[in-house]
DNA sequence: TTGAAAGCGCTAACAC
DNA sequence: GTGTTAGCGCTTTCAA
């Protein structure tokens, strides 16, 4: 029995009579280090380096309620999107000494509620979560529980949670608006499902709103390369002919770009195509994409800023307006004139 | 003082006495049921659903020593690799109840061992990371604390890690015989970067090692559309002559579609392109892309299966190899006969 | 500034 | 089959 190695691990009681001091200064120089003196705090310092004492989460959280870790519950990672939202979730996160539990919903209310419970079963301290519609059980959960939860994807300053986003329906009718600017007057809109999606119904009904002289054709498609391939040659197939074709995402259009490009119809002289989102790879794309441009990583980063900070201060932070932007590129280009 | 809103939440005591047993007893409804008589079981599950009452998790896990919670060190989720292996990995987590906390490394082995230290800091109890080639510390600390520790994207036997993936070098010498059965002689070898990454080694070894009558000119780029976009221009540039194009990664692959169709020059017929992933937008591009199918989906599932085996049963599980398979499509074909 | 002691909510021996 | 009891490793009163 060396004392030694008897144990796996340090623990605080160890670090303490190494020290020569009792558990609760030992503590309060991991948590409150100003109210211990130099010396003993020093010394107690010492033990725990030589001890390579790492307090345990557990018994830190069981404690202090606070287990440092958020959820983030978003529709998949099989899309540029989110991945890149999470992306910058995590780095951002990490700056805060905050982990992040992913969690995919697959855009089902259900699976989000689910997920979500199980996240504060964990004792996820705050969540992360896609758009404003969710499923009434998930909003009475958050409500019961009064968990931070921070709704990212848009823009809604009167929801019930504060949101961080940018405006879906100004997005879609900045993109509409570019096309009609170019005379485009018959428009193939392509979109992504818009059942249990909120954000995708929100560009529509900009769409809708604005009330152009324009004759939008909608269209849904799985938001993939091979989704839009698909309605893309369902399109040219039926023999409709637009001049423009307005995806509503970029991933969307990347897919748009190639199956016109098997059909042999060139962009933009025959068909002008926009996107919206502006991933990094949209501008290099052939042709280079014109799309709006939404800050997915600055979302991220916002929003993973946002919910650090509720959680720190215990205040709600203020709902927070990403800017959208048009970025014209060369996949589209004026109808010329008959 | 109303009893019933007096607390938060309800714990394993106030589920005891409301079923008039002791919490010991409660406890095991919740860990070993049939250790209990149908009848005491049933009054506590009806007070554990009165009471909607949660165990704590880190109760559970101070007592246990269980968390449930697994870490994923990935290089980045910005690559749809690896955000699609992730979302394979939380997808078979989640039939294991085990929670996934990501952690980007940038692939810089000093943030991984950090990261990977906050991990166990947390109470990770297994961990999933990319490739063989890790920071000696890392090594240390995975010896030191024997924590669970599943390596992926690559398969090797030998290595002190159970590894979970394919044979790269198996992978990349597929795809370049392909390119050789099609007579051509002069290929450009487009490659990720091969510092800090094993996998891009393996794949670059594995052609260098074959050996055959063909000139090989490697050309580094970001795994990104846009880094291969640039490589691309800049090889065009230089005016070097090449028939085919060898991309070790899908993503790279499509940004170099993109980048030729805009120099105008016409796949497969000047130039053949073949990639190496075969993610599911490579049957959408224009031409659909040959590739070589590494399945990376199935390699989520079955590292995450392997490490959930490896936490529950103590045993390390024995390495996955998982096949690839050439996938030939449109954007290579067979050189013309001078 | 420091220490003693009382928990936090649960699991796991051990006894009945 | 069930209860008693002793912790797990830490934070946090409360006194000193």
Not at 191 to 197: I, L, V, Y
Request: hydrophobic residues 45%; contains cysteine.
């Amino acid at each position: 029995m060396d004392l030694t190695s008897r144990k796996k691990r340090a623990n605080l009681r160890d670090v303490a009579r190494k020290a020569g001091v009792s558990v609760a200064t030992a503590s309060r120089v991991l948590n409150m280090p100003t109210a211990v003196s130099a010396k003993t705090r020093d010394r107690v310092q010492s033990a725990i380096d030589e001890l390579r004492f790492v307090p345990s989460a557990a018994a830190r959280a069981i404690n202090s309620g606070r287990t440092r870790v958020i959820g983030a519950l978003v529709p998949t990672l099989d899309n540029a999107i989110f991945a890149r939202f999470l992306d910058a979730i995590e780095n951002e996160m990490a700056q805060h000494a905050l982990s992040v539990v992913v969690a995919t919903t697959n855009n089902d209310p259900e699976i989000e509620v689910e997920k979500a419970r199980n996240l504060l079963d964990i004792g996820a301290e705050g969540l992360i979560v896609s758009g404003v519609a969710h499923s009434p059980a998930f909003e009475a959960l958050v409500q019961k529980t009064r968990i931070p939860v921070i709704a990212t994807s848009c823009y809604e300053p009167a929801y019930a949670l504060p949101t961080v986003g940018y405006d879906n329906r100004a997005a879609a009718q900045m993109a509409l608006r570019h096309l009609v600017d170019l005379k485009h007057r018959r428009i193939a809109v392509l979109h992504g499902p818009a059942f249990n999606n909120d954000r995708t119904r929100a560009r529509l009904a900009g769409l809708q709103a604005l009330d152009l002289d324009v004759q939008l054709d909608l269209y849904e498609a799985d938001i993939t390369i091979a989704g839009a391939c698909q309605a893309v040659a369902k399109i040219l197939e039926s023999g409709a002919r637009h001049s423009a074709l307005l995806c509503l995402s970029d991933v969307l259009a990347m897919g748009a770009l190639f199956e016109l490009q098997r059909s042999g119809l060139s962009v933009p002289d025959e068909v002008s195509v926009m996107g919206l989102e502006d991933l990094p790879s949209s501008s290099y794309t052939a042709p280079a994409l014109t799309s709006v441009r939404l800050q997915v990583s600055e979302m991220g980063s916002r929003a993973a800023k946002a919910l650090a900070s509720w959680i720190e201060t215990a205040e709600p932070p203020e709902p927070v307006l990403l800017a959208a932007e048009l970025i014209p590129r060369q996949s589209t280009k004026a109808v010329e004139p008959a």
